[in-house]
């Protein structure tokens, strides 16, 4: 099955920082390659889909890119309400193994 | 808008069956979407449990498969989860979630607020 990991694990970071996320697959998933955004006590918020999609709603100032099997989160203008934990997911789904979130990334304040 | 909100038992023993269920509102759990169930351990990372369609098609983590049977109730506008034999290691946050597809792949657009199982004796 795929698995996915994540640098860093956490960052601190001020606002108006340019905040980068990297998240790398043990295996080719094409554009399957989806990020999420959760703050503490919430559920999971999608961000970014198939590895650039901006999800309606979702602020220009977040965006994503691949290069091979390392995807990049990136937040170009780090806000008050970015602070928080993100989460990469493959959905290159297989039968012997389904979807997989890698580990997080948490962001908070420096 | 399409909400979602799960429910169920938030303590269990060992050996008991978790059964929750989601109710969906503001749309229908009767078209081209998948359900799906995602837990969070506390203080831990997101793991997928399994999804259906509406037609019934149905898939799991492979290393819960044996225990995990995911359900769907059209008239009551429901998505269940069961899972047997539960131990410490299935306390968790329950998330019930809507699979939208985008092209051919899967996204989690939409959440319920999650429910906490914990499990002990």
């Known amino acids: 099955d795929v698995q996915m990991t994540q640098s860093p694990s956490s960052v601190s970071a001020s606002i108006g920082d340019r905040v980068t996320v990297t998240c790398r697959a043990s295996q080719v998933i094409a554009d399957y390659l989806n990020w999420y955004q959760q703050k503490p006590g919430k559920a999971p918020k999608l961000l970014i889909y198939s590895v650039s999609n901006l999800e309606s709603g979702v602020p220009s100032r977040f965006s994503g890119s691949r290069s091979g099997t390392d995807f990049t989160l990136t937040i170009s203008s780090l806000q008050p309400e970015d602070f928080a934990t993100y989460y990469c997911?493959?959905?290159?789904?297989?039968?012997?193994?389904?979807?997989?979130f890698g580990p997080g990334t948490r962001v908070d304040i420096k | 808008q399409v909400h979602l909100q799960e429910s169920g038992p938030g303590l269990l023993k060992p050996s008991e069956t978790l059964s929750l269920t989601c109710a969906v509102s503001g749309g229908s759990i009767d078209t081209t979407y998948w359900w799906t169930w995602v837990r969070q351990p506390p203080g831990k990372g997101l793991e997928w449990i399994g999804e259906?369609?509406?037609?019934?098609?149905?898939n799991y983590r492979p290393s819960l498969r044996s225990r995990v049977v995911i359900s769907l109730d059209k008239s009551k506008s429901q998505i269940s989860l069961t899972v047997i034999s539960v131990t410490a290691a299935d306390t968790a946050v329950y998330y019930c979630?809507?699979?939208?597809?985008?092209?051919?792949?899967?996204?989690?657009?939409?959440w319920g607020q999650g429910i906490l199982v914990t499990v002990s004796s």
């Open positions: 979630a809507r699979v939208r597809l985008e092209k051919s792949a899967k996204v989690f657009d939409h």
């Open positions: 259906i369609f509406h037609a019934g098609n149905t």
């Open positions: 997911q493959q959905s290159y789904y297989t039968p012997g193994g389904g979807f997989t």
